[in-house]
């Protein structure tokens, strides 16, 4: 994945930026926008900010991510080039013939499923500067791990936001491939 980068939560921001982002505007938002994926019970994400630039990373190969669904939002300086494109659905049938491209601009943002096959085209020039927003439903992962597509068998670990919870909501756990 992304080699320059930072989790917001290893700079404190979490629970006084991403957690009130989250609940009060992005909830309400996907639970509009994608009821059938959990965008009602988002109740977790991992949020980071990542830097392609020359010499540094310059594109990001084709890829799902560990989420229901994301938010990209594009911030900062000028760039050329590192346009977003989108394909099918992983473990699904094959739904585009040519990827679809989306030119990403400063000030923006793109919203899409977390299970969407998607990538970053190299940058032309400049820094191309991100805030990703992996936002997580306990209802739906609990179920069906996005990443593995099995049950999850849960175990305890410390940290936050990988959205698998026990009955007990301050539990986060992960899931354990046995």
């Known amino acids: 994945m992304n080699n320059y980068g930072v989790l917001l939560h290893e700079l404190g921001l979490d629970e006084p930026l991403v957690t009130p982002l989250r609940e009060r505007f992005l909830r309400p938002l996907m639970a509009l926008l994608y009821p059938d994926c959990g965008g009602a019970w988002l109740d977790s994400h991992r949020a980071f900010v990542v830097k392609y630039a020359p010499g540094q990373d310059r594109e990001l190969g084709c890829h799902y991510d560990n989420a229901e669904l994301t938010i990209n939002v594009a911030l900062g300086k000028a760039f050329t080039g590192g346009a977003l494109y989108f ?92």
């Open 87 to 178: 394909g099918g659905f992983f473990q699904g049938p094959p739904a585009l013939v040519k990827p679809l491209e989306v030119e990403h601009a400063v000030g923006r943002g793109v919203l899409h499923r977390g299970g969407q096959l998607h990538g970053a085209r190299p940058l032309g020039t400049g820094e191309r500067w991100n805030l990703v927003v992996w936002l997580r439903a306990s209802a739906v992962r609990n179920r069906l791990c996005p990443m593995c597509c099995r049950k999850p068998d849960l175990v305890d670990d410390e940290g936050f936001g990988d959205g698998f919870t026990r009955e007990e909501p301050a539990t986060v756990d992960v899931c354990a491939l046995t």
